[in-house]
Protein backbone atom coordinates (compact mmCIF):
# COMPACT_ATOMS: atom_id res chain seq x y z
CA UNK A 1 0.00 0.00 0.00
CA UNK A 2 1.31 3.35 -0.30
CA UNK A 3 2.19 5.17 2.19
CA UNK A 4 -0.37 7.63 2.61
CA UNK A 5 -3.85 8.05 1.24
CA UNK A 6 -3.91 12.14 0.82
CA UNK A 7 -7.26 13.84 0.97
CA UNK A 8 -6.32 17.02 1.78
CA UNK A 9 -6.51 18.72 -1.66
CA UNK A 10 -7.48 18.10 -5.27
CA UNK A 11 -4.07 19.92 -5.70
CA UNK A 12 -1.91 17.23 -4.89
CA UNK A 13 -2.27 15.33 -7.89
CA UNK A 14 1.05 14.60 -9.96
CA UNK A 15 0.98 15.23 -13.21
CA UNK A 16 0.09 11.92 -15.86
CA UNK A 17 2.65 10.22 -17.77
CA UNK A 18 0.82 11.69 -20.79
CA UNK A 19 1.32 14.87 -19.01
CA UNK A 20 4.93 14.29 -18.89
CA UNK A 21 5.30 13.40 -21.95
CA UNK A 22 3.81 16.26 -23.63
CA UNK A 23 5.69 18.87 -20.95
CA UNK A 24 9.09 17.14 -22.71
CA UNK A 25 7.53 17.84 -26.21
CA UNK A 26 6.06 21.40 -26.16
CA UNK A 27 7.03 23.72 -28.89
CA UNK A 28 7.46 26.79 -26.85
CA UNK A 29 8.77 30.53 -27.49
CA UNK A 30 8.97 33.26 -25.08
CA UNK A 31 5.24 33.98 -24.31
CA UNK A 32 5.87 37.64 -23.01
CA UNK A 33 6.75 38.29 -26.43
CA UNK A 34 3.94 36.74 -27.70
CA UNK A 35 5.40 33.50 -29.21
CA UNK A 36 4.78 30.55 -27.43
CA UNK A 37 2.63 28.57 -29.71
CA UNK A 38 1.59 25.87 -27.13
CA UNK A 39 0.59 28.77 -24.53
CA UNK A 40 -1.39 29.98 -27.56
CA UNK A 41 -3.36 26.74 -28.21
CA UNK A 42 -4.22 26.47 -24.04
CA UNK A 43 -4.97 30.06 -24.30
CA UNK A 44 -8.04 30.00 -27.08
CA UNK A 45 -8.74 25.91 -25.95
CA UNK A 46 -10.00 27.35 -22.53
CA UNK A 47 -11.78 30.21 -24.27
CA UNK A 48 -13.76 28.20 -26.73
CA UNK A 49 -14.45 25.42 -24.20
CA UNK A 50 -15.97 28.31 -21.95
CA UNK A 51 -17.72 30.65 -25.04
CA UNK A 52 -15.75 33.37 -23.94
CA UNK A 53 -13.32 35.54 -26.82
CA UNK A 54 -9.78 34.99 -25.12
CA UNK A 55 -7.88 33.27 -22.64
CA UNK A 56 -5.21 33.61 -19.99
CA UNK A 57 -3.18 31.13 -18.71
CA UNK A 58 -2.00 32.49 -15.32
CA UNK A 59 0.49 30.16 -12.35
CA UNK A 60 -2.22 30.27 -9.83
CA UNK A 61 -6.25 30.67 -9.10
CA UNK A 62 -5.47 33.47 -7.20
CA UNK A 63 -3.55 35.02 -9.45
CA UNK A 64 -6.23 34.72 -11.72
CA UNK A 65 -9.07 36.00 -9.46
CA UNK A 66 -6.76 39.21 -8.45
CA UNK A 67 -6.82 40.16 -12.04
CA UNK A 68 -10.39 39.88 -12.57
CA UNK A 69 -10.99 41.87 -9.53
CA UNK A 70 -8.17 44.39 -10.54
CA UNK A 71 -9.35 44.63 -14.04
CA UNK A 72 -13.03 45.28 -13.46
CA UNK A 73 -12.92 47.57 -10.18
CA UNK A 74 -11.07 50.35 -9.16
CA UNK A 75 -10.38 52.50 -6.22
CA UNK A 76 -13.42 53.80 -3.96
CA UNK A 77 -15.61 51.01 -5.30
CA UNK A 78 -17.16 48.18 -3.50
CA UNK A 79 -17.50 44.27 -4.29
CA UNK A 80 -20.42 41.43 -3.46
CA UNK A 81 -19.30 38.38 -2.69
CA UNK A 82 -20.36 34.86 -0.87
CA UNK A 83 -19.62 35.48 2.99
CA UNK A 84 -17.58 31.75 2.74
CA UNK A 85 -15.84 32.33 -0.43
CA UNK A 86 -12.52 31.35 -1.35
CA UNK A 87 -11.97 35.10 -2.64
CA UNK A 88 -12.94 36.91 0.83
CA UNK A 89 -11.35 34.17 3.22
CA UNK A 90 -8.28 32.37 1.31
CA UNK A 91 -6.41 34.49 -1.14
CA UNK A 92 -4.66 36.53 1.34
CA UNK A 93 -5.27 40.02 1.00
CA UNK A 94 -5.51 41.03 -2.75
CA UNK A 95 -9.11 42.80 -2.22
CA UNK A 96 -7.05 45.52 -0.15
CA UNK A 97 -3.59 44.68 -1.45
CA UNK A 98 -4.11 45.10 -5.21
CA UNK A 99 -7.53 46.25 -5.87
CA UNK A 100 -7.83 48.71 -2.79
CA UNK A 101 -11.60 47.76 -3.33
CA UNK A 102 -14.04 46.89 0.17
CA UNK A 103 -15.64 43.76 0.32
CA UNK A 104 -19.50 43.36 1.33
CA UNK A 105 -20.12 40.03 2.15
CA UNK A 106 -23.17 38.09 1.99
CA UNK A 107 -24.82 35.28 3.47
CA UNK A 108 -25.95 32.35 1.18
CA UNK A 109 -28.21 29.08 0.55
CA UNK A 110 -25.18 26.34 0.23
CA UNK A 111 -23.35 29.02 -2.16
CA UNK A 112 -26.14 30.64 -3.85
CA UNK A 113 -26.63 34.25 -2.81
CA UNK A 114 -30.23 35.45 -2.62
CA UNK A 115 -31.01 37.81 -5.82
CA UNK A 116 -32.95 40.38 -3.88
CA UNK A 117 -30.95 40.56 -0.81
CA UNK A 118 -27.86 41.19 -3.52
CA UNK A 119 -29.74 43.54 -5.22
CA UNK A 120 -30.67 45.48 -1.85
CA UNK A 121 -26.88 45.42 -1.28
CA UNK A 122 -25.70 47.47 -4.09
CA UNK A 123 -24.99 50.92 -3.18
CA UNK A 124 -24.73 53.96 -5.27
CA UNK A 125 -21.72 56.26 -4.77
CA UNK A 126 -22.18 59.89 -3.07
CA UNK A 127 -19.44 61.11 -0.66
CA UNK A 128 -20.28 59.18 2.20
CA UNK A 129 -21.19 55.67 0.23
CA UNK A 130 -18.66 53.73 -2.24
CA UNK A 131 -19.67 52.63 -6.15
CA UNK A 132 -20.64 49.01 -6.08
CA UNK A 133 -18.94 47.30 -9.02
CA UNK A 134 -18.71 43.72 -9.23
CA UNK A 135 -20.37 40.20 -8.01
CA UNK A 136 -18.29 37.68 -7.61
CA UNK A 137 -19.75 33.79 -7.01
CA UNK A 138 -18.07 30.52 -6.77
CA UNK A 139 -19.17 27.54 -8.13
CA UNK A 140 -18.57 24.57 -6.85
CA UNK A 141 -18.23 26.37 -3.66
CA UNK A 142 -15.13 25.56 -2.07
CA UNK A 143 -16.43 25.86 1.44
CA UNK A 144 -19.88 24.66 0.81
CA UNK A 145 -18.05 21.41 0.52
CA UNK A 146 -18.01 21.59 -3.22
CA UNK A 147 -21.86 22.53 -3.89
CA UNK A 148 -23.33 23.12 -7.19
CA UNK A 149 -24.75 26.71 -7.47
CA UNK A 150 -27.98 26.61 -9.50
CA UNK A 151 -27.44 27.97 -13.01
CA UNK A 152 -31.09 29.66 -12.40
CA UNK A 153 -29.53 31.43 -9.17
CA UNK A 154 -27.07 32.50 -11.48
CA UNK A 155 -29.70 33.79 -14.10
CA UNK A 156 -31.21 35.75 -11.31
CA UNK A 157 -27.60 37.24 -10.30
CA UNK A 158 -27.09 38.30 -14.05
CA UNK A 159 -30.39 40.14 -14.52
CA UNK A 160 -29.61 42.29 -11.08
CA UNK A 161 -25.74 42.99 -12.28
CA UNK A 162 -27.65 44.03 -15.49
CA UNK A 163 -29.85 46.10 -13.92
CA UNK A 164 -27.62 48.46 -11.96
CA UNK A 165 -24.51 47.93 -14.75
CA UNK A 166 -22.50 45.70 -12.55
CA UNK A 167 -20.00 42.88 -14.03
CA UNK A 168 -20.08 39.31 -12.66
CA UNK A 169 -16.53 37.10 -11.90
CA UNK A 170 -17.27 33.21 -11.87
CA UNK A 171 -14.43 32.07 -9.42
CA UNK A 172 -14.59 28.66 -11.31
CA UNK A 173 -12.01 26.81 -9.36
CA UNK A 174 -13.82 23.73 -10.05
CA UNK A 175 -16.59 24.61 -12.59
CA UNK A 176 -16.40 21.45 -14.83
CA UNK A 177 -17.12 19.83 -11.44
CA UNK A 178 -20.23 21.72 -11.24
CA UNK A 179 -20.53 20.28 -15.26
CA UNK A 180 -20.59 16.94 -14.61
CA UNK A 181 -22.86 16.79 -11.52
CA UNK A 182 -25.81 19.10 -12.86
CA UNK A 183 -25.27 17.50 -16.40
CA UNK A 184 -25.02 21.64 -17.33
CA UNK A 185 -22.40 22.71 -19.42
CA UNK A 186 -19.62 25.22 -18.34
CA UNK A 187 -20.41 27.39 -21.30
CA UNK A 188 -24.06 27.59 -20.15
CA UNK A 189 -22.34 28.85 -16.23
CA UNK A 190 -19.61 31.10 -18.01
CA UNK A 191 -22.74 32.92 -20.35
CA UNK A 192 -23.87 34.34 -16.92
CA UNK A 193 -20.83 35.62 -15.97
CA UNK A 194 -18.57 38.59 -17.61
CA UNK A 195 -15.03 36.78 -16.55
CA UNK A 196 -13.94 33.11 -15.48
CA UNK A 197 -11.52 31.63 -13.52
CA UNK A 198 -10.71 27.80 -13.79
CA UNK A 199 -7.98 25.98 -12.30
CA UNK A 200 -6.03 23.30 -14.31
CA UNK A 201 -3.67 22.32 -11.01
CA UNK A 202 -6.76 20.65 -9.30
CA UNK A 203 -9.01 18.04 -10.25
CA UNK A 204 -7.61 18.53 -13.77
CA UNK A 205 -3.85 17.64 -12.36
CA UNK A 206 -2.01 19.49 -14.19
CA UNK A 207 1.26 20.33 -12.46
CA UNK A 208 0.33 24.62 -12.38
CA UNK A 209 -1.71 26.97 -13.49
CA UNK A 210 -5.07 28.47 -13.83
CA UNK A 211 -6.57 29.90 -16.92
CA UNK A 212 -9.38 33.63 -17.09
CA UNK A 213 -11.47 33.56 -19.79
CA UNK A 214 -13.30 36.63 -21.07
CA UNK A 215 -13.45 39.45 -23.57
CA UNK A 216 -10.82 40.68 -25.59
CA UNK A 217 -10.71 43.59 -24.61
CA UNK A 218 -10.36 42.33 -20.51
CA UNK A 219 -8.26 39.58 -21.51
CA UNK A 220 -6.08 42.64 -23.25
CA UNK A 221 -5.94 44.68 -19.83
CA UNK A 222 -5.60 41.18 -17.72
CA UNK A 223 -2.52 40.67 -19.48
CA UNK A 224 -0.85 44.07 -18.55
CA UNK A 225 -1.75 43.23 -14.98
CA UNK A 226 -0.72 40.10 -14.80
CA UNK A 227 2.82 41.73 -15.96
CA UNK A 228 3.00 43.92 -13.23
CA UNK A 229 2.25 41.36 -10.67
CA UNK A 230 5.10 39.86 -11.95
CA UNK A 231 3.20 36.77 -13.40
CA UNK A 232 4.42 36.97 -16.57
CA UNK A 233 6.15 34.14 -17.83
CA UNK A 234 8.54 32.59 -20.40
CA UNK A 235 9.27 29.44 -22.47
CA UNK A 236 6.09 28.59 -20.20
CA UNK A 237 4.44 26.21 -22.99
CA UNK A 238 6.18 23.50 -20.76
CA UNK A 239 3.27 23.81 -18.35
CA UNK A 240 0.90 25.09 -21.18
CA UNK A 241 1.31 21.28 -22.48
CA UNK A 242 0.07 19.81 -19.17
CA UNK A 243 -2.61 21.82 -19.19
CA UNK A 244 -4.19 21.42 -22.70
CA UNK A 245 -3.96 17.23 -21.44
CA UNK A 246 -6.44 18.80 -18.73
CA UNK A 247 -9.21 19.85 -21.12
CA UNK A 248 -8.50 17.40 -23.19
CA UNK A 249 -8.26 13.95 -21.65
CA UNK A 250 -8.67 14.78 -17.71
CA UNK A 251 -12.68 16.24 -17.74
CA UNK A 252 -14.47 13.25 -17.62
CA UNK A 253 -13.01 11.35 -15.34
CA UNK A 254 -14.20 13.70 -12.55
CA UNK A 255 -17.28 11.59 -12.28
CA UNK A 256 -14.92 9.10 -10.86
CA UNK A 257 -14.16 11.38 -7.90
CA UNK A 258 -18.00 12.48 -7.02
CA UNK A 259 -19.03 9.09 -6.87
CA UNK A 260 -15.84 8.50 -3.96
CA UNK A 261 -16.54 11.76 -2.00
CA UNK A 262 -20.21 10.02 -2.23
CA UNK A 263 -18.94 6.82 -1.25
CA UNK A 264 -16.78 8.07 1.13
CA UNK A 265 -19.68 10.32 3.18
CA UNK A 266 -22.19 7.64 3.21
CA UNK A 267 -19.61 5.28 5.15
CA UNK A 268 -18.46 7.76 7.87
CA UNK A 269 -22.24 9.72 7.97
CA UNK A 270 -23.32 7.17 11.14
CA UNK A 271 -20.18 6.47 12.95
CA UNK A 272 -19.81 8.68 16.27
CA UNK A 273 -18.79 11.85 16.14
CA UNK A 274 -19.53 12.47 12.29
CA UNK A 275 -22.16 15.28 11.52
CA UNK A 276 -22.80 14.99 7.66
CA UNK A 277 -25.72 14.46 5.53
CA UNK A 278 -24.05 12.48 2.92
CA UNK A 279 -27.15 13.34 0.36
CA UNK A 280 -25.37 17.02 0.56
CA UNK A 281 -22.10 15.75 -1.06
CA UNK A 282 -22.69 16.41 -5.19
CA UNK A 283 -19.00 16.86 -6.24
CA UNK A 284 -15.69 15.88 -4.89
CA UNK A 285 -15.54 18.09 -1.43
CA UNK A 286 -16.59 16.28 1.89
CA UNK A 287 -16.99 18.93 4.94
CA UNK A 288 -18.30 18.00 7.80
CA UNK A 289 -18.84 18.08 11.32
CA UNK A 290 -16.53 16.75 14.18
CA UNK A 291 -18.13 16.50 17.66
CA UNK A 292 -16.41 12.92 19.57
CA UNK A 293 -16.50 12.24 23.63
CA UNK A 294 -13.25 11.28 23.33
CA UNK A 295 -11.61 13.44 20.08
CA UNK A 296 -10.88 16.89 18.96
CA UNK A 297 -10.75 16.96 15.15
CA UNK A 298 -6.99 17.72 15.28
CA UNK A 299 -6.61 14.58 17.78
CA UNK A 300 -8.47 12.35 15.45
CA UNK A 301 -6.53 13.79 12.09
CA UNK A 302 -3.35 12.78 13.65
CA UNK A 303 -4.89 9.63 14.49
CA UNK A 304 -5.63 9.41 11.17
CA UNK A 305 -2.15 10.33 9.71
CA UNK A 306 -0.89 7.42 11.51
CA UNK A 307 -3.15 5.05 9.86
CA UNK A 308 -1.64 6.52 7.13
CA UNK A 309 -4.56 8.50 6.10
CA UNK A 310 -4.17 12.52 5.29
CA UNK A 311 -7.17 15.34 5.44
CA UNK A 312 -7.24 19.08 7.03
CA UNK A 313 -9.26 21.00 9.56
CA UNK A 314 -11.84 23.35 9.02
CA UNK A 315 -12.84 25.47 12.01
CA UNK A 316 -14.04 22.23 14.05
CA UNK A 317 -14.87 20.62 11.16
CA UNK A 318 -12.85 18.35 8.81
CA UNK A 319 -12.49 18.44 5.23
CA UNK A 320 -11.81 15.70 2.39
CA UNK A 321 -11.15 15.95 -0.68
CA UNK A 322 -11.22 13.24 -3.83
CA UNK A 323 -8.93 13.23 -6.92
CA UNK A 324 -7.19 11.36 -9.44
CA UNK A 325 -4.84 9.69 -6.70
CA UNK A 326 -7.27 8.87 -5.27
CA UNK A 327 -8.72 4.97 -5.64
CA UNK A 328 -11.24 2.66 -4.12
CA UNK A 329 -8.42 1.19 -1.82
CA UNK A 330 -7.77 4.68 -0.82
CA UNK A 331 -11.54 5.40 0.35
CA UNK A 332 -11.36 1.81 2.07
CA UNK A 333 -8.49 2.27 3.86
CA UNK A 334 -10.03 5.73 5.22
CA UNK A 335 -13.73 4.09 6.08
CA UNK A 336 -11.66 1.62 8.00
CA UNK A 337 -9.44 3.79 9.72
CA UNK A 338 -12.67 5.99 10.68
CA UNK A 339 -14.24 2.86 12.30
CA UNK A 340 -11.36 2.13 14.08
CA UNK A 341 -10.62 4.48 15.78
CA UNK A 342 -14.09 6.39 16.57
CA UNK A 343 -16.49 3.12 17.76
C1 LIG B 1 -8.07 26.75 -5.00
C2 LIG B 1 -9.09 27.78 -5.27
C3 LIG B 1 -8.72 29.03 -5.78
C4 LIG B 1 -7.28 29.48 -5.95
O1 LIG B 1 -6.46 28.67 -6.63
P1 LIG B 1 -4.85 28.60 -6.31
O2 LIG B 1 -4.35 28.04 -7.58
O3 LIG B 1 -4.73 27.69 -5.14
O4 LIG B 1 -4.38 29.98 -6.05
C5 LIG B 1 -9.73 29.92 -6.05
N1 LIG B 1 -11.00 29.63 -5.83
C6 LIG B 1 -11.40 28.45 -5.32
C7 LIG B 1 -12.85 28.19 -5.11
C8 LIG B 1 -10.47 27.49 -5.02
O5 LIG B 1 -10.85 26.33 -4.50
Redesign the pocket.
Known sequence: MKQYSDFRSD?VTRPTPKMREAMAQAEVGDDVLGDDPTVQKLESLAASIMGKEAGLFVP????G?SIAIKVWTKELEEIILESRS??FN??STHLAFISRVLPRCLPSQRGAMDPEEVSSNVRQANVHIPQTSLICV?NTH?NWSGAVVPLDNLKELRAVADEFGLKIHL?G??IFNASLASGISVKDYAAQADSVMF?L??GLSAPVG?MLVGPSSFIEMARRVRKALGGGMRQVGVLAAAGIISLTEMVDRLQEDHRRARKFAEAIAPLPGIELDPSLIETNIVIFGFNHPRLSNIEFLAQLQEEGVLALPVGNGIRFVTHKDIDDNDVDRANEAFKTLLV
Open positions: TSGTMNHIMEENDARCSKS
